[in-house]
């Protein structure tokens, strides 16, 4: 029987990774375990601050009825979000508090045999699953967490076998966005040679969607017998996924204008009477000075998003922006961390995970999670290998 304890970092270890690994099952949950559960929710009405936070809501929507608040539509927007935020920590916990009191409720209709284990089980289950998900919410504290985020895949060496993996991390990237209900957008696409895709930009919205797929930077490695191969032989293939923060107006980011040069092309692919006739295609170069070494880097930005290329035009800038505000925020994360000795780096290039599809496992290689749901997870189920990265590294940002 396992008992679930406060210290984040233990708890998620036996949550996600023991159950999963020995395909240990749960049965009917002790009086020491309702009281964990109880005890957990008390702690988050703590930590979240609750009380301040329904304090909070009163004042900002008290902000929202003033004369002329819509005059200025940009900070009106920005208020409403701020509201709507603050709403949501308060509703998150109202669920959690719901399930743990209902929990409460049927284990002691269990006791006077008025509701059988199976009941009791299912309670305790959701009211886990609630607790989990907003204690991994609290987790993500940083000031780009909250953010959507910029997703880049890009295939490696290895031709089309590379581009169908691309095409396939993709794929795996739209399932788990649907999953949680955010909008994906395709700012930049370019097919493969014979099959897959070379590279593909993606802009991911939704709630914390940055903070849940940063952990998703670096290489991403397949092990299959290759579709592509006349021998049928096993292959390895490599591709990058590289995300950062998406930002908006309200975070200040410096972009140097005399840096930037333009050039247009043709948009390819499928698409309308313009694809291939009209440069609506556009490609940004910006001229990147590091202010601590005075080292110069090209930074190449390249959008399709629409037919219209003024529209391209500012969704590049606005990639730009999203570019330079994670490199400064990678800067500063660098500063606290130090890379404290002994611990592990997280850092873009490194190999972070394999696919081997004939074994039937999928293995992280920063916090040893891995499943044999190799099916599962190409079909967007990641949330595991998610969790299993954060309960492990958050603490070091």
Do not use: C
Not at 14 to 27: A, H, M, R
Not at 169 to 189: G, P
């Amino acid at each position: 029987m396992i008992r679930w304890i406060l210290a984040p970092v233990s708890y998620y270890y036996l949550l996600f990774l023991l159950p999963l690994q020995t395909n240990l099952k749960i049965s009917m949950i002790t009086a020491e375990q309702l009281k964990d559960l109880v005890e957990r929710t008390e702690a988050l009405h703590r930590y979240l601050g609750i009380d301040e936070k329904k304090i909070q809501v009163e004042e900002e929507q008290l902000r929202t009825q003033a004369p002329g608040f819509w005059d200025d539509a940009k900070a009106a927007e920005a208020q409403m979000k701020k509201v709507k935020d603050l709403q949501k920590w308060i509703d998150g916990y109202k669920e959690v508090k719901a399930a743990t009191d209902d929990l409460e409720v049927a284990f002691d209709f269990y006791k006077d045999d008025m509701a059988s284990e199976e009941e009791v089980d299912d309670y305790y289950a959701n009211a886990v699953k609630l607790i989990e998900d907003l204690e991994l919410k609290n987790m993500l504290r940083n000031e780009a967490d909250g953010m959507d985020a910029v997703l880049k895949i890009n295939s490696g060496a290895g031709g089309t076998e590379a581009q169908d993996w691309a095409s396939m991390l993709m794929r795996m990237y739209q399932r788990w966005a649907e999953a949680h209900k955010y909008k994906v957008t395709i700012s930049n696409y370019i097919d493969g040679d014979e099959a897959g895709i070379k590279t593909v930009t993606m802009e991911i919205e939704g709630d914390q969607a940055y903070g849940f797929l940063k952990g998703e930077n670096g290489v991403h490695r397949l092990v299959r017998v290759s579709p592509y191969n006349a021998q049928g032989k096993r292959m390895t293939s490599f591709a990058s996924v590289f995300v950062t923060p998406l930002v908006d107006d309200s975070i200040e980011v410096v972009i140097d204008k005399s840096k930037i040069s333009w050039d247009l092309f043709r948009s390819g692919g499928a698409g309308g009477q313009n694809v291939n006739k009209v440069e609506t295609g556009v490609r940004l170069r910006y001229q990147y000075v590091d202010p601590d070494t005075g080292e110069e880097e090209e930074i190449l930005i390249e959008n399709t998003e629409t037919r219209k290329q003024l529209e391209n035009r500012e969704n590049a800038l606005r990639l730009l922006r999203s570019q330079l505000y994670d490199r400064a925020l990678q800067k500063r994360m660098a500063e606290q961390q130090k890379v404290e000795a002994g611990k592990k780096k997280i850092e873009w290039g490194s190999q972070i995970r394999s696919y081997v599809f004939d074994d039937r496992r999928v293995k992280d290689h920063r916090t040893n999670y891995q499943t044999s749901d190799v099916n599962g997870v190409m079909d967007g189920k990641i949330d595991d290998f998610i969790k299993a990265y954060l309960m492990e590294f958050s603490g070091q940002e």
